[in-house]
């Protein structure tokens, strides 16, 4: 789905930076979130082994967003949110981790460093990959208990991300065939409250929480749930929520999908 970005600046403004944020389970000074034009390094280790930047240009560190799972375009914004941490020996940059990218509609001039020296990672499956289908998922031990699973999104989007939502979405199904679920409730959260960052008041637009909410609706449909079982329902001005699958990423949080399944 296209984007719709609420911008009070012109896109010569997008480099300016944000302050810190306030997080949820995590310490204010570790947490950054900023606009920024992404920058592509090459790297000494071959294939998929370079790497995303992104400056924060207000107070001019750069951090290495690799980590993120849905990569920066070369030529589009990105906003940034993710912890910092010590790690800058892959990429010459400290590293963001957890980290999430998400790509804006707004247009950027393509960037590339050298390698300079520095390696790069050499590709690893990520912790939230999905096993082979043909692979037995383990059953829900009893007593059954009714849960709560949280799917997250990027600014604005709609779409499930690779090696995170599909994750959270096959763990999602493999509790509602296992507990044989009586009642499933989908409820899409869009994050609409404007948010100054970088020098831009950006919200997502009011008809993506129902629109998360339908397509993880019709996942579950696809993937067999019968859809008199499912209720579903969306609400803008989403709070941010402190769960495991989060990451402590406050902001991030609040663009998500809830499935609540009854056994």
Request: charged share 25%; glycine share 6%; proline share 7%.
């Amino acid at each position: 789905m296209k984007n719709r970005l609420f911008i009070a600046r012109a896109v010569s403004s997008v480099l300016a930076v944000s302050g810190v944020l306030v997080g949820v389970a995590a310490q204010a000074q570790d947490i950054v979130q900023f606009v920024s034009c992404p920058i592509y390094r090459d790297a000494d280790s071959g294939k998929k082994s370079g790497c995303w930047l992104a400056s924060d240009r207000e107070s001019g560190a750069r951090y290495d967003v690799s980590k993120s799972p849905t990569k920066p375009l070369s030529d589009h914004a990105v906003l940034v949110e993710g912890r910092v941490t010590d790690e800058s020996a892959a990429c010459g940059s400290p590293t963001l981790d957890p980290v999430r990218v998400s790509v804006l509609d707004m247009p950027c001039t393509p960037k590339m460093l050298p390698a300079e020296g520095y390696p790069g990672r050499k590709f690893v499956l990520p912790k939230r990959n999905v096993r082979p289908l043909t692979e037995p998922r383990s059953a829900p031990p009893k007593p059954f208990a009714a849960k709560t699973f949280y799917l997250f999104f990027d600014f604005n989007r709609d779409f499930i991300v690779y090696q995170l939502d599909d994750y959270f979405l096959d763990r999602t199904i493999a509790y509602i065939r296992g507990v044989k679920a009586s009642k499933i409730v989908v409820t899409g959260y869009a994050a609409t409250d404007p948010m100054e960052i970088s020098g831009q008041e950006i919200a997502e637009n009011d008809r993506i929480a129902r629109i998360r909410a339908e397509e993880i609706t019709k996942a579950l449909v696809l993937l067999g749930v019968d859809p008199d079982k499912i209720e579903t329902h969306w609400h803008n001005g989403a709070k941010a929520v402190d769960v495991v699958d989060s990451d402590g990423l406050p902001d991030s949080s609040r663009r998500r999908v809830e499935v609540f399944v009854q056994p």
